[in-house]
């Protein structure tokens, strides 16, 4: 099973070490993603611990395939 992060009120808990974790990250939109952006991201931002990834299938037509 995997580990999981604890809920304690407005607190998450890593379960091994009973610590608060602080999830730090940004949002990753697939539209705009670039080669080598993983290590532009690292290198940015060397504390984040999450990334939001973000993927829009929908197609802006009227012919009624409004999601792929």
């Not at 990250?25 to 670039?34: A, I, S």
């Not at 299938?57 to 999601?67: L, P, Y």
């Amino acid at each position: 099973m995997p580990k999981r992060l604890r809920i304690d009120g407005h607190k998450l808990i890593d379960p091994d070490t009973n610590y608060v974790v602080r999830l730090t990250g940004f949002n990753w939109n697939l539209k705009y993603t670039y080669k080598n952006e993983g290590q532009i991201m690292k290198d940015t931002l060397p504390g984040a611990n999450v990334a939001r990834i973000v993927g829009l299938f929908w197609k802006n037509a009227n012919d009624g395939k409004d999601c792929y």
